[in-house]
């Protein structure tokens, strides 16, 4: 089983897309296993392969972080499922995994959300999209010093608030504040159920 990320910039043309394209492919690139796993198409839309799906929540959180650290958004559909056929192109790769991530990727915009996933479990989709949309409750709300911060934590799991203040260029009360605003311990709550929600349905 793996994991495809499909996703448009949300209001793109708002800000230069100099301030954020070098960036995003950077970070995809950081996510991805090789150069074949990601695609930025049509100016503002993108996919990703996270091969390994435990780790598909944590990407597209790190994604919407970085974004909104330029004042943007993506919305991200996430396939979970089989790619049977392997492209140089991952938009032209195909299996059950792009089939899911592409259509709710679709059904994003007419829901009115901006994060969901799609896999062949009715029944697993349905309790993580409720968690997903409750987790969006605050997600959406970010401003830019929260989503840093969520940036920087997560990419550096083993930092401590001093070393994340240094970063910032603040004190590690400011980092204790941040990380209440962005509701941080709740994302590495839902981080660990998603990995172990995960594990049910691939064994």
């Not at 492209?87 to 299996?95: E, L, M």
């Not at 969901?116 to 029944?123: I, K």
Request: contains cysteine.
């Amino acid at each position: 089983m793996t994991s495809i990320l499909t996703g448009d910039i949300i209001n793109s043309r708002s800000v230069d897309s100099a301030l954020w394209i070098i960036g995003l492919k950077a970070l995809l690139n950081q996510l991805a296993m090789n150069s074949e796993q990601w695609e930025i198409y049509r100016g503002d839309e993108f996919q990703l392969e996270i091969q390994n799906p435990e780790d598909a929540f944590i990407c597209a959180i790190l994604i919407k972080a970085y974004l909104k650290t330029v004042k943007l958004d993506a919305r991200i559909g996430i396939g979970l499922g089989e790619k049977n056929h392997t492209s140089k192109k991952i938009s032209q790769s195909n299996g059950s995994a792009f089939v899911n991530s592409g259509a709710i990727f679709d059904s994003l915009k007419r829901e009115k959300t901006s994060l969901a996933l799609q896999s062949n479990n009715f029944d697993f989709d349905s309790n993580l999209n409720l968690k997903l949309k409750l987790a969006l409750t605050f997600i959406d709300s970010w401003l830019i010093q929260a989503a840093e911060l969520v940036l920087i934590a997560i990419q550096n799991p083993e930092f401590s608030q001093e070393e994340i203040g240094k970063k910032l260029g603040i004190n590690q009360a400011a980092v204790s504040r941040r990380k209440k605003r962005a509701h941080f311990d709740l994302i590495l709550e839902l981080d660990a159920y998603f990995r172990n929600q995960i594990k049910t349905i691939s064994r």
